[in-house]
């Protein structure tokens, strides 16, 4: 794609770095699919100061990626839950200062990876120069740079669907699994499986909460923490309080949580923000998705871990004779489809998990052996070549005593 000769000499200007926001106004899903765009775009455009533009909540994790320079709050104004109990006059007031905020950073160039109207018409109104994002029936107003992404003949995971994007801006949409860093390095706790029984968006369908209370009942000698949100505490307590091996945490942040998640042994929840923050801290982990065409695991599967096994293995999904688009719920005579995934397929995927991991372990120490014995091979070789060299020294270095 030809890209303008201004915004190639930006992006290759090493002495005045480019500043760049790219706006991640959704959920903490969201966020995280969005993730490899900013590590590619990091590591092709590495002199680039790289901000984000998210949700408060999401603020948290922003301090674990080291591609980033820093972000944007979003002050609730973007996003349906955030602004429903907002007046028009206090949604004005909070829009007018994320544009003072924005206009204050002088940024050189914008990037959606998903299309939203108003955030896009935001950016423009801020001034910044470049804007890139998805070619719709009125991107030509608030964008300047397109790019054409269609779902309707062929579906891509979302950030696979993200990383295209980087096609506008002349960048190759190469995926780079984002970097975490965490202060705390502790080792990981024997036998700790987290939970997340409980999802407050159901549009799509759930396994149920009893599947997660039998499996932590059948494996008493294993540590479970069920984690939620506050509003979801009396209902935890409810069903997990029985259950000696079970603690609830409720008061997470999303720092918190990946802090969690990094020191557990392995996830089990739905198709939701801590499963896919789970993938993110490269943690073993199985999730319950529904066979519709908008929540199935193949458009929202977790981001792809080195040794991980096969996605149906640990991504499940129900599979009736049925070609679900969107999901209709309580209409549809299966639902809850998810309910009829058996609770034996979740052991199944953590030994599947342990096993792909065994193995791809065992690949890498025979790689690192076989590049061992090509460098003392090399070595050896080097040895034999300067040996006579230093032979030669030697016989000149008496020659000139003699003289």
């Known amino acids: 794609m030809k890209v303008p000769k201004q915004l190639a000499r930006l992006l290759e200007n090493t002495l005045r770095p480019p500043k760049v926001l790219v706006a991640c106004q959704g959920d903490l899903r969201q966020f995280i699919v969005t ?5 590619s775009l ?8 790289i901000y984000v533009l998210v949700r408060r909540p999401n603020e948290s994790l922003v301090t674990l990626l080291p591609q980033l320079e820093g972000s944007i709050g979003d002050p609730g104004i973007f996003y349906k839950s955030d602004f429903a109990p907002l007046s028009h006059a206090e949604q004005q007031v909070r829009y007018e200062e994320l ?8 940024f050189d160039l914008a990037i959606l990876p998903q299309h939203n109207r108003a955030v896009a018409a935001l950016l423009r109104r801020a001034g910044i120069p470049w804007r890139a994002g998805q070619a719709t029936l009125f991107s030509w107003r608030n964008y300047n740079l397109k790019i054409r992404l269609s779902r309707r003949y062929r579906i891509k995971p979302e950030y696979q669907q993200a990383l295209l994007v980087l096609r506008a801006i002349g960048l190759k949409p190469s995926f780079e699994f984002p970097d975490v860093l965490l202060e705390n390095t502790a080792k990981k706790g024997k036998n700790i499986i987290v939970l997340d029984p409980v999802k407050r968006d159901l549009s799509q369908p759930v396994w149920p909460i009893k599947n997660f209370v039998a499996y932590a009942a059948a494996q008493p000698h294993r540590k479970f923490i069920v984690i939620g949100d506050h509003r979801d505490a ?3 307590h409810e069903h997990f309080d029985s259950l000696k091996n079970c603690h609830i945490e409720t008061t997470l942040n999303v720092r918190q949580l990946a802090e969690l998640l990094a020191h557990s042994d392995f996830f089990c929840g739905n198709n939701s923000g801590a499963l896919h923050l789970a993938a993110l801290m490269r943690v073993p ?4 998705f529904s066979q519709s065409r908008n929540g199935s695991n193949h458009r929202w599967r977790t981001l792809p871990l080195p040794g991980a096994p096969d996605t149906q293995a640990y991504l499940l999904q129900t599979s009736y004779d049925v070609g679900c688009i969107s999901c209709i719920g309580q209409k549809c005579q299966y639902w809850p489809c998810t309910a009829a995934i058996p609770l034996d397929f ?7 998990w342990q096993q792909s991991q065994e193995e791809f372990a065992r690949r890498q120490r025979t790689i690192l052996k076989d590049e061992s014995k090509v460098q003392g091979q090399l070595q050896n070789k080097l040895k034999q070549v300067l040996k006579p060299s230093a032979k030669k020294k030697k016989t000149q270095k008496n020659k000139k005593k003699i003289r």
């Open 35 to 39: 993730l490899p765009l900013l590590a």
């Open 346 to 352: 979740v052991e199944q995927a953590r030994l599947a």
């Open 234 to 236: 009396s209902l935890l």
């Open 99 to 106: 544009l003072a905020t924005i206009q204050a950073h002088n």
């Open 42 to 49: 990091k590591k092709q455009v590495p002199h680039a100061s």
């Open 285 to 288: 982990h199985v999730g319950f």
